[in-house]
């Protein structure tokens, strides 16, 4: 087979797994995730049930994919992010804020994607994730080189920050009850705040500052 042919078969079959895809979302969005079966979104993408499964194991893999979209549209950018001459500060926060938002484009629909990412998130296998953390980690390389961060705290651990942070405002956005949050909760405004104290806590230190 040449590479030709190949391409085409790999172009369809994504183009396949794009409408299952898309069907699952409408029905999602119209009927709601735990009402909407697998039969509906066959019938709607216009395959058969074996075609569904060659292409999600099971309905919650539709969720994966879609959180997994979220996370390849922030690397389609990571060339350009890393070139732009800012604080390496301002393109992390701009990462994860942009990240954050797409998680309000359907909050219903989020808390099922949330539940199926989790699942996912620490996969060392997956190849979005680990897309994300090199992104991640070229990033605080550039915040040590211009002096922004400590030369003290590894990439991983300096992650691990991150990810917890942005992962618990998350939930608390998506799981809470109202009564256990503060009326003003705004997602990406409160995600700032936690992100810039954890800044605050990678600074350099001031010469005689307590360790």
């Given at each position: 087979m040449t590479l030709p042919e190949l391409s085409r078969r790999e172009r369809k079959k994504e183009e396949t797994r794009r409408r299952i895809f898309e069907a699952a979302i409408a029905l999602f969005r119209e009927k709601g995730y735990e009402a909407t079966t697998v039969d509906e979104i066959t019938e709607k993408a216009d395959v058969g049930r074996?075609?569904?499964?060659?292409?999600?194991?099971?309905k919650e893999s539709v969720l994966a994919?879609?959180?997994e979209e979220r996370?390849?549209?922030?690397?389609?950018?990571?060339?350009?992010?890393l070139a732009e001459a800012?604080?390496?500060?301002?393109?992390?926060?701009?990462?994860?804020?942009?990240?954050a938002g797409a998680w309000e484009e359907d909050r219903e629909l989020s808390q099922f994607v949330f539940s199926e990412w989790l699942r996912r998130v620490f996969a060392p296998t997956a190849d979005v994730e680990l897309?994300?953390?090199?992104?991640?980690?070229?990033?605080?390389g550039q915040?040590?080189?211009s002096g922004e961060l400590r030369?003290?705290?590894?990439?991983?651990?300096?992650?691990a920050l991150f990810t917890s942070i942005y992962m618990t405002t998350l939930f608390?956005?998506?799981?809470?009850?109202?009564?256990?949050?503060?009326?003003?909760?705004d997602l990406r405004a409160e995600l700032r705040t936690r992100l810039e104290i954890v800044f605050d806590g990678l600074a350099p230190r001031k010469p005689g500052a307590r360790p």
């Open positions: 074996g075609t569904f499964f060659n292409y999600f194991p099971k994919y879609l959180s996370l390849a549209a922030a690397e389609e950018n990571a060339g350009a992010l800012r604080p390496a500060r301002e393109k992390i926060l701009d990462l994860y804020l942009l990240a897309g994300w953390r090199k992104l991640m980690f070229a990033l605080l915040g040590r080189e030369d003290d705290v590894s990439d991983y651990r300096a992650d608390h956005w998506l799981f809470c009850p109202a009564e256990c949050m503060p009326r003003d909760f």
